[in-house]
T-cell receptor, first 112, second 113 residues
Framework: KQEVTQIPAALSVPEGENLVLNCSFT??????LQWFRQDPGKGLTSLLL?????REQTSGRLNASLDKSSGRSTLYIAASQPGDSATYLC???????????FGRGTSLIVHP | DGGITQSPKYLFRKEGQNVTLSCEQNLNHDAMYWYRQDPGQGLRLIYY???????QKGDIAEGYSVSREKKESFPLTVTSAQKNPTAFYLC????????????FGQGTRLTVV
């Protein structure tokens, strides 16, 4: 069974720092990996989707990489802002099943 | 605008009651999912459906039931058999299996009173 782990569980940084959030998964046979953002009491908003054949995806200040062989993905946030404060979740869609499996998330606080 | 709508946003249930959470999507997606989210636990899959009139149990289906009579609707009933129903419930959908993005609703917070 696919297991997804996110490290760290929580992170507090001053505004302007560059950040790296980590996601690891146990089974490298995946269709894709998706990063989401969740604000308190809200649903999930998709940030980036990386297909299994891709190495990275970029959107604005966000860059996500995928290394299937090692079972890892990182989400890089450049020049963090207080508006980036949220929980970031990683979801893996395993090969042979289309059901996303989620990590527990990283809770990020960016203070001014 | 296309999207997923969950209602209500907040729901209160008395002990022994069944309650139904609504999930509607106008994205023409085949697959729909229900997740439960508890603090520090991440998202856990309750039920999912690939197609109309078909659905499968997820990891924590006990005490829940669903139906999929229409493509755009996937309601979740929390029955009295669910002993600890207080949680945040999220509905999601995707085009079909494999390579597409999953879209989420804004969630329903259920509290037992």
């Amino acid at each position: 069974k696919q297991e997804v782990t996110q490290i760290p569980a929580a992170l507090s940084v001053p505004e302007g720092e560059n950040l790296v959030l980590n996601c690891s998964f146990t089974d490298s046979a995946i269709y894709n990996l998706q990063w989401f953002r969740q604000d308190p009491g809200k649903g999930l908003t998709s940030l980036l989707l990386i297909q299994s054949s891709q190495r990275e995806q970029t959107s604005g200040r966000l860059n996500a990489s995928l290394d299937k062989s090692s079972g890892r993905s990182t989400l890089y946030i450049a020049a963090s802002q207080p508006g980036d404060s949220a929980t970031y979740l990683c979801a893996v869609r395993p090969g042979g099943s289309y059901i996303p499996t989620f990590g527990r998330g990283t809770s990020l606080i960016v203070h001014p | 605008d296309g999207g997923i709508t969950q209602s209500p946003k907040y729901l209160f249930r008395k002990e022994g009651q069944n309650v139904t959470l609504s999930c509607e999507q106008n994205l023409n997606h085949d697959a729909m999912y229900w997740y439960r989210q508890d603090p520090g636990q991440g998202l856990r899959l309750i039920y999912y459906s690939q197609i109309v009139n078909d659905f499968q149990k997820g990891d924590i289906a006990e005490g829940y039931s669903v139906s999929r009579e229409k493509k755009e609707s996937f309601p979740l009933t929390v029955t009295s058999a669910q002993k600890n129903p207080t949680a945040f419930y999220l509905c999601a959908s995707s085009i079909d299996r494999g390579r597409d993005t999953a879209f989420f609703g804004q969630g329903t917070r259920l509290t037992v009173v």
